[in-house]
């Protein structure tokens, strides 16, 4: 069964940034397309950017310029670095193929963005 481990997560001022890392068993990070999903209070999960296995990359408006997502197939982890960050980046982060396939989801790595 794949696990899937996201660290990485803090308290940070806005304008700051982070760096999440995400581990995962067996070869998932190198074979599949792989995303980082977030999760605010009473909202839903939400893809915010994923890597295909070629390496092309994609976000969400809302994250373009400021996130950068990568991986590093020989460690089988997925990263995600985020700068300029603002208050409404405020979630719990995770990481999952795009589409979500891994059934169990990790515990995922609180960001929060004070104003």
């Known amino acids: 069964q794949v696990q899937l481990v996201e660290s990485g997560g803090g308290l940070v001022q806005a304008g700051g940034s982070l760096r999440l890392s995400c581990a995962a068993s067996g070869s998932i990070v190198r074979l599949s397309t792989m995303g980082w999903y977030r999760q605010a209070p009473g909202n839903q999960r939400d893809l915010v950017a994923r890597?295909?296995?070629?390496?092309?990359?994609d976000y969400t408006d809302s994250v373009k310029g400021r996130f950068t997502i990568s991986r590093d197939n020989a460690k089988n982890t997925l990263y995600l670095q985020m700068d300029s960050l603002t208050p409404e980046d405020t979630a719990v982060y995770y990481c999952?193929?795009?589409?979500?396939?891994?059934?169990?989801w990790g515990q995922g790595t609180q960001v929060t963005v004070s104003s």
């Open positions: 890597i295909t296995a070629g390496g092309s990359t």
């Open positions: 999952n193929t795009a589409p979500p396939y891994v059934r169990s």
